[in-house]
Nanobody, 120 residues
Framework: VQLQASGGGAVQAGGSLRLSCAASGSIFSINNMAWYRQGPGKQRELVAA???????NYAESAKGRFTISRDNAKNTVHLQMTSLKPEDTAVYYC???????????????WGQGTQVTVSS
């Protein structure tokens, strides 16, 4: 089971980016999915999370600008980011609690990270 993130890049302040993350492998079910980020010299922090039934949770810095969504049929999670600011510059990681076919438990999985750079 693995997560593959994509969609990062470099934009100017005020611009938009859409991140995507796809889970693949022998998946039985996926519980919560989320996006985290780690800026230069900072600790990794939660940006947004979404439950299996679609309930969402956002960091204060993301509210009103970012939207998290998921497609349960495709095992994907997306993060639509608008009105980007230089302080949004970070490596963004997707995260998901996944139960594999051969497992009785959910395990946290991380994607490889995708760089988002916002210039002023």
């Amino acid at each position: 089971v693995q997560l593959q993130a994509s969609g990062g890049g470099a934009v100017q302040a005020g611009g938009s980016l859409r991140l995507s993350c796809a889970a693949s492998g022998s998946i039985f079910s996926i519980n919560n999915m989320a996006w985290y980020r780690q800026g230069p010299g900072k600790q990794r922090e939660l940006v947004a999370a979404i439950s299996e039934d679609g309930s969402t949770n956002y960091a204060e810095s993301a509210k009103g600008r970012f939207t998290i969504s998921r497609d349960n049929a495709k095992n994907t999670v997306h993060l639509q980011m608008t009105s980007l600011k230089p302080e949004d510059t970070a490596v963004y990681y997707c995260n998901a609690a996944i139960k594999a076919l051969a497992s009785s438990y959910y395990y946290q999985r991380w994607g490889q990270g995708t760089q988002v750079t916002v210039s002023s």
